[in-house]
């Protein structure tokens, strides 16, 4: 049965909604973290297309091990002005407006949807939204894309679903999925707030421990066992001196969410580490 059955249909969102109450996911992510579930790994990556290469050759315990394998090496941009992706994933770039509704694959999320603190979200008003939405075939590990220090990390919880774009068709899955998100006081991109949004029923995330400060680059944590979805949001200020690379413009909707945005715009790929945009020098 493929996951498209219970997102495309009222018998298979009915019984999406009575696997999750009894629990029966939970099985299924211990399972994914035994020895046997090893067999599934070869299969997955043929279908996925996964280059192993950056990896190295070694032997996988689980699915759970392997999904959460870490690369030998991860090159990033070096100067401190220019913005990196945080991690592997198809990028969307958003202006920030308080009537801001971001188009995710047919459902519209609000500020307030992922982020229900008032006080933070005001902090971004008028700047810059960009949304990171990862693959199967994505590095799962995701990094600090500047210097800085970090607030506490809110975990809400939430029904995971899929973000694969039959899910985003039927539910607002950001919105009813778990997430977790901080406010990063950053060297120098000013204040940011990121959300990781976990997908499927056996979605989560792994947090760096004791990360008080970071390093542009370091790792800051890992999604578990599933597709999953990183948001970022930049200041009025920084939006304002932040030159887009060319390609990255691509993604840029501009206006007020799907009412007034660029119709021409649409995802692009990028690589964690990789150059989005650079700082401009204030006047």
């Known amino acids: 049965m493929k996951a498209d059955f219970f997102y495309s249909s009222a018998a298979g969102r009915g019984i999406f909604r009575v696997l999750q109450a009894v629990g029966v996911f939970k099985p299924v992510a211990w399972y994914l973290h035994t020895r046997v579930s090893a067999h599934l790994i070869p299969g997955y990556i043929k279908k996925n297309k996964i280059n192993m290469r950056p990896y190295g050759i070694r032997d996988y315990d689980s699915f759970a091990d392997f999904f959460g ?22 990028l969307s770039v958003y202006d920030i407006s308080p009537d801001l509704e971001i188009p995710m694959k047919g459902s519209l999320y609000t500020l307030p949807d ?59 899955v950001f919105r009813l999925n778990r997430r977790w998100w901080s406010v990063l ?3 120098h991109f000013g204040t940011a707030a990121q959300i990781e949004i976990g997908a499927m029923a056996v979605g ?9 400060t970071f390093n542009r680059g370091e790792e800051m944590g890992n999604f578990e066992l599933a597709g999953s979805t990183i948001v970022l949001l930049l200041t009025a200020d920084v939006k304002k001196r932040l030159e887009l690379d060319r390609k990255i413009k691509q993604a840029y909707y501009r206006g007020n969410g799907s009412h007034t945005c660029d119709s021409d715009a649409e995802e692009v ?7 989005l945009g650079c700082l401009k020098n204030e006047d």
Do not use: N, W
């Open 69 to 90: 394998r870490k690369r030998e090496y991860l090159d990033f941009e070096i100067e401190p002005d220019v913005l990196i992706a945080p991690c592997d994933s198809l």
């Open 114 to 172: 992922l982020i229900p603190d008032k006080e933070v979200t005001e902090k971004f008003r008028d700047g810059l939204c960009l949304v990171f939405r990862l693959e199967a075939s994505d590095y799962h590990h995701f990094c600090f894309f500047d210097s800085g220090t970090m607030g506490k990390v809110s975990f809400i919880e939430g029904q995971l679903h899929s973000v694969q774009p039959i899910a985003l068709r039927q539910f607002p």
């Open 185 to 187: 006081e950053t060297k």
């Open 204 to 212: 989560g995330v792994t947090f760096a421990e004791g990360k008080e």
């Open 269 to 275: 790929r990028v690589t964690i580490g990789s150059a």
